[in-house]
T-cell receptor
Framework: GAVVSQHPSRVICKSGTSVKIECRSL??????MFWYRQFPKKSLMLMAT?????????EQGVEKDKFLINHASLTLSTLTVTSAHPEDSSFYIC?????????????FGPGTRLTVT | SQKIEQNSEALNIQEGKTATLTCNYT??????LQWYRQDPGRGPVFLLL?????KEKRKERLKVTFDTTLKQSLFHITASQPADSATYLC??????????FGAGTTVTVRA
């Protein structure tokens, strides 16, 4: 099946710094990628839809200036958490939609655990 | 408001038995529904997709049903094994390909 990677898998940063997370589709092209966050024992919450070559669309309540998304190519999207605070600590997961899939199957990355101290 | 509810937070079963998980939704008109498996600290892994005009889908020991009248999907794991222990998520897919997830049911299969 299709493979999506994320880097880094874990990151610890200090309050006030920025962190960039990469999401790559390894063996397929994805015009659309999605970014989620997940709190312990909770479901995935969609944060934003990343569109190759255009601006990301954010879900209600998600600050676009806080969570910067760049989708520069058909295989790479990045999420930058700017001026991180402890409440931004979470599990961030991306997914990519396979263009060739008939029903828009999405494949998820392994996730990035962010801890802000 | 829109809601996706999975029947229980946790399900403990004996190896060899069938696990049945429920996903109910309100105020959605999904194009299709997907089931995912998630292990601790990992991203979800796609298992099965069922369209609104399909009643049942099977894949090896997994079976999914979809009743758009009841607004419900059932997910069955037959002949369960300890390796099936994980959290199972249902997700509704709307026309813009966005996924809305339920909170998940954590299945523990005892040997």
């Amino acid at each position: 099946g299709a493979v999506v990677s994320q880097h880094p898998s874990r990151v610890i940063c200090k309050s006030g710094t920025s962190v960039k997370i990469e999401c790559r589709s390894l063996d397929f092209q994805a015009t659309t990628m999605f970014w989620y966050r997940q709190f312990p024992k909770k479901s995935l919450m969609l944060m934003a839809t990343s569109n190759e070559g255009s601006k990301a669309t954010y879900e209600q309540g998600v600050e676009k200036d806080k969570f910067l998304i760049n989708h520069a190519s058909l295989t790479l999207s990045t999420l930058t958490v700017t001026s991180a605070h402890p409440e931004d600590s979470s599990f961030y997961i991306c997914s990519a939609r396979d263009l060739t899939g008939t029903s828009g199957e999405q494949y998820f990355g392994p996730g990035t655990r962010l801890t802000v101290t | 408001s829109q809601k996706i509810e999975q029947n229980s937070e946790a399900l403990n079963i004996q190896e060899g038995k069938t696990a049945t998980l429920t996903c109910n939704y309100t105020n959605y008109s999904p194009a299709y529904l997907q089931w995912y498996r998630q292990d601790p600290g990992r991203g979800p892994v796609f298992l099965l997709l069922i369209r609104e005009n399909e009643k049942e889908k099977r894949k090896e020991r997994l079976k999914v049903t979809f009743d758009t009248t009841l607004k419900q999907s059932l997910f069955h794991i037959t002949a369960s094994q300890p390796a099936d222990s994980a959290t199972y998520l249902c997700a509704l897919v709307t026309n813009d390909y966005k996924l809305s997830f339920g909170a998940g049911t954590t299945v523990t299969v005892r040997a």
